[in-house]
């Protein structure tokens, strides 16, 4: 039973694109690994700016500096 998990910033992300994310996600592993879609389980987080960070900074702060 594979287990996908993505996280994205919370960023309107509409819930149609998180459709699409999953059914694309869940074909590649049919394509890909021959897994069976009925066992395969995908989530998506969604993790606010100021709780993701890269390279010391939050992403919140790093768009405001224009990174």
């Excluded at 897994?35 to 998506?44: A, D, E, R, Y």
Aim: proline share 4%.
């Amino acid at each position: 039973m594979p287990y996908v998990n993505i996280k994205i910033t919370r960023e309107g992300t509409t819930p149609e694109q998180k459709a699409a994310l999953i059914k694309g996600v869940t074909q590649l592993l049919v394509d890909v690994l021959d897994k069976n879609p009925n066992t395969t389980v995908v989530v998506i987080d969604e993790v606010g700016t100021d709780n993701w960070g890269i390279g010391g900074e939050s992403v919140t702060v790093r768009r405001r500096s224009g990174c």
